[in-house]
């Protein structure tokens, strides 16, 4: 399976700034897709990464507060915006190599907001 | 919002016992997906069960799959300390990003 490679793996972010994680695939992938797991919780999806177009957002995510770029089949970055305490939690990339196929997932990243 | 839930939310056994648990999910899926998660990191694949499969296995891992009920076991045979981990299983409904169900906190007493 593709390996996956994620970071910052956690970052300590000062309120209002931004922060910009970066997912690596090693080979090249259909689809690609971000995460965001709050304490304790399980996993929602924020956005399916689009090649060389726009992200789709899911419901509650907005793309000024989670601007996403995917340039290549194998490169993805995630943006957290204008960053409040609410934001702090872990952010996952995940791809998927072919239809039906597991979806692989990254190491993640966890955020903390002062 | 979550696909589904999962029961139990925290299951505590010995090592050496069989471990089960439950996955229901609300519309029809693609596959479904078993992960399992240490301490907050990164999510690691176990087992994916398609639509038109009614179980699978991998080393101790048996998954069954009940469409008719909309319903998902993961049973982790003859445990060890190492499998104390939270497991969660994702649906596929055909647009290929998952959703996940609430996940279960398995302890695993040595």
């Known amino acids: 399976s593709a390996v996956i490679s994620q970071k910052p793996s956690r970052d300590i972010c000062q309120r209002g700034t931004s922060l910009t994680i970066q997912c690596q695939v090693d080979?090249?992938?259909?689809?690609m897709f971000w995460y965001r797991q709050q304490p304790g919780q399980s996993l929602t999806l924020i956005a399916t990464?689009?090649?060389?177009?726009?992200?789709?957002?899911e419901s509650g995510f907005v793309i000024d507060k989670f601007p996403i770029s995917r340039p290549n089949l194998t490169f993805s970055t995630l943006t957290v915006s204008n960053m409040s305490p609410e934001d702090s939690s872990i952010y996952l990339c995940?791809?998927?190599?072919?239809?039906?196929?597991?979806?692989?997932f990254g190491d993640g990243t966890r955020l903390s907001i002062l | 919002s979550q696909q589904g839930e999962e029961d139990p939310q925290a299951l505590s056994i010995q090592e050496g016992e069989n471990a089960t648990m439950n996955c229901s999910y609300k519309?029809?899926?693609?596959?479904l997906q078993w992960y399992r998660q240490n301490s907050g990191r990164g999510l690691v694949h176990l087992i994916l069960?398609?639509?038109?499969?009614r179980e699978k296995h991998s080393g101790r891992l048996r998954v069954t799959l009940d469409t008719s009920k909309k319903s998902s076991s993961l049973l982790i045979t003859a445990s060890r300390a190492a499998d104390t981990a939270s497991y969660f299983c994702?649906?596929?409904?055909?647009?290929?990003?998952?959703?996940f169900g609430s996940g279960t906190r398995l302890q695993v007493q040595p």
């Open positions: 519309t029809s899926i693609n596959n």
């Open positions: 995940s791809v998927e190599e072919a239809p039906g196929q597991p979806q692989h």
């Open positions: 069960i398609r639509s038109n499969e």
């Open positions: 990464a689009n090649q060389g177009s726009e992200a789709t957002y």
């Open positions: 994702a649906t596929d409904t055909g647009r290929r990003a998952l959703t």
């Open positions: 080979s090249q992938v259909t689809m």
